[in-house]
């Protein structure tokens, strides 16, 4: 029969209605049936996926507030979506089904698929030993490649912008840090990928911002990547924006802007990685600080080092002279009222301008403040002297101090700060780790080191992770249990589960991706569908098993390995539609995420990526390689039991 001919009777068959051989009470029952054999198995896998979600839900931190919607989300989907499958269903399939039914055979796409999955099915089952050898060989594989991927908190989000954060000496004057701030905002804006540039120095004005002087913050917004150079990336732009602005006395930092108030707020660092040195003084906790620094220097992935400055801050100290102040017949509090007139200014009265009020301050004007020597011929009026100067009656000189006094638990704190660039967060830690390790024998008495920033973040979500998935391990065996009343089958579908974990292990490792808290959501969302999957075949195996012994009894005199085999391939192949439609609507709706751009693309892409890799081994394994050791079991039962052991799927 040619091809035209084939579709042209398939066409004619689907159209062209016959009397039906069936009442609309066979097909009722028809349905029944079917919805009583798939119902127990929708219901146990939607239990299966919702528990494997219960490390999502218990995340807390940053991760938690962005990936527990994800978790509601898709429970209230797959509820709802079990609960109509079971309960409107059959109902709405009572309604549409008319005319006369067709076997599956006459369906195109299923005789195609079932030309090809037949013989490569006979081809498995014939070499059982080897596939299960090349399968445990491929897992193997596996678990080295996932000691060679890097990890990090979570995948950089891509703002659109970046924050500039470079450290002066503490004891910057005005003038020179807005010098500094301009030459930067030039220097930057000479770079084509930069559309705006606008540079803060010291802190703005409210309480909650305690940036000193020496502090500049400088938002770069970026053109969009239209408007790039060909090749250029934004670590890119970041390298030469670095290489431009190396300026005598100031350290580089880079970051981006949200991020950067994200982990002040949470952790009290302004870049990815922070070193927290805790002590009773200072002096010690800087030096200290800055032989971090030094073993730090070199390691791959550290980039823009420096210690936060604890000393270096000047002051001016007025020490009165009491002796003196006696003598002219002045009192500590007449000399203090002129420093705080020439220095910090007194309030005189208050303005009211609608509903603002504005206080009105007074203080000598700048060329009777400029230096030391101005400050010392300020004059003192007194009351049979007239005027003197104030270093006659006070001691007038600078002196260093800390710019900031930072403390946390109760306890004066430094901090050695750097970003990671060009390498994952968790290899370069670990790597600085083992280094100072190796070089601090022993703390001196009463100080302490702590690894804070987004490591912390990472400690934090993987210690909540090792412990949830056991629990979810041992709960999800439980509902398999459950289903089958039988551990054996149990345990041959949780088998699938690291299997199903290579196409995600070998597509995170060539797309370059490190593990982290979106990874694990991408291999947690697989783990669910994995089960999920090979429960529908090892239902339709087991309906298999029952026909087996239906026709010929269940007993080793009735029961030859052939036969096993023979329903084994009928059972998988007539049931191949339903897992090859499974499947393929998790793929199409997971694929296009792949060629995603934009914001948010940077986080759904590490969610995505194990799950196609993991959906197509776990399909392959489900179709090929489940068969292959249900029927080693099957075998084996027969072989010592004298009898198959049967499963019935109940509710």
Same mark, same amino acid.
């Given at each position: ?227 790039? !150079? ?182 004066? !704190? ?238």
């Amino acid at each position: 029969m040619t091809k035209r001919k084939m579709i042209w009777v398939y066409f004619k068959d689907l159209f062209i209605s016959k009397k039906d051989p069936l009442t609309s009470a066979d097909k009722l029952v028809i349905i029944e049936r079917s919805s009583k054999q798939v119902g127990p198995g929708v219901f146990f896998s939607t239990i299966i996926v919702v528990a494997s979600f219960l490390p999502v839900f218990l995340l807390t931190g940053m991760e938690g507030k962005l990936f527990s919607p994800l978790a509601w989300t898709k429970t209230f989907i797959l509820l709802v979506d079990a609960f109509l499958a079971i309960t409107l269903t059959p109902v709405l399939i009572s309604f549409i089904l008319k005319g006369r039914l067709r076997p599956d055979a006459k369906n195109p796409v299923t005789r195609l698929l079932e030309k090809i999955y037949r013989p490569a099915l006979e081809f498995c089952l014939n070499w059982r030993k080897t596939i299960i050898a090349v399968n445990i060989v491929a897992l193997a594989a596996g678990v080295f490649m996932m000691t060679k991927i890097g990890s990090e908190f979570m995948p950089p989000l891509d703002e659109g912008s970046i924050l500039f954060m470079p450290i002066t000496m503490p004891d910057v004057s005005n003038s020179e840090i807005k010098r500094l701030l301009q030459l930067q905002d030039r220097l930057i804006k000479t770079v084509p990928e930069v559309h705006n540039v606008l540079g803060k120095a010291g802190r703005a004005y409210t309480a909650t911002d305690n940036s000193p002087i020496s502090m500049v913050e400088t938002i770069i917004m970026l053109k969009p990547k239209s408007e790039w !150079r060909k090749g250029f990336t934004k670590n890119k732009i970041i390298n030469e924006l670095n290489a431009k602005l190396q300026i005598p006395g100031v350290t580089n930092g880079w970051t981006q802007p949200i991020i950067n108030r994200i982990n002040m707020l949470s952790t009290g660092i302004r870049t990815d990685v922070g070193l927290k040195v805790y002590g009773q003084n200072l002096d010690t906790i800087y030096a200290f600080s800055q032989k971090l620094k030094k073993a730090l220097v070199g390691i791959p992935g550290v980039k823009d080092l420096y210690v936060e400055p604890i000393t270096g801050g000047k002051y001016i100290d007025i020490i009165i002279k009491r002796e003196e102040i006696g003598r002219y017949g002045l009192s500590v509090d007449d000399v203090n009222a002129v420093v705080e007139i020439a220095l910090g200014g007194m309030q005189l009265t208050t303005t009211v301008e609608g509903r603002r009020r504005f206080s009105v301050n007074a203080r000598f004007g700048q060329d009777f403040r400029n230096n030391i020597q101005d400050l010392k011929r300020l004059q003192v009026q007194t009351m049979g002297f007239g005027p003197v100067p104030l270093e006659a009656v006070a001691d007038v000189k600078i002196t260093n101090g800390p710019p900031m006094i930072n403390s946390e638990n109760a306890l004066l !704190r430094g901090t050695v700060l750097f970003n990671v660039r060009d390498r994952d967060l968790g290899s370069t830690v670990t790597e600085a780790q083992q280094k100072l390790n190796t070089m601090l024998k022993q703390m001196p008495k009463g100080y302490f080191i702590d690894w804070s920033g987004q490591w912390e973040n990472q400690i934090r979500a993987n210690k909540t992770l090792k412990i949830v998935i056991p629990i979810v391990l041992v709960i999800i065996f439980m509902v398999l249990y459950f289903t089958y009343h039988s551990v054996k089958e149990a345990l041959i579908s949780m088998i699938t589960v690291p299997f199903a974990l290579i196409g995600g292990v070998y597509m995170v490792y060539f797309y370059g991706v490190n593990l982290s808290v979106a990874v694990a959501v991408g291999f947690i969302a697989l783990f669910g569908m994995a089960i999920e999957t090979v429960m529908i075949l090892t239902i339709y195996l087991n309906e298999a098993m029952q026909k087996l012994v239906k026709d010929k009894g269940n007993s080793k005199e009735t029961i030859e390995p052939e036969d096993i085999r023979n329903y084994i391939i009928e059972g998988a192949t007539k049931r191949l539609r339903p897992v090859v439609m499974t499947v393929s609507v998790s793929l199409f709706g997971l694929i296009p995420i792949l060629w995603a751009t934009g914001t948010g693309s940077d986080v759904m892409l590490p969610i995505t990526i194990p799950l196609i890799g993991g959906t197509l081994t776990a399909i392959v394994y489900v179709l090929f390689v489940t068969p292959v050791v249900f029927e080693m079991v099957k075998e084996h039962e027969l072989k010592h039991k004298g009898k198959i052991k049967l499963i019935d799927v109940k509710e």
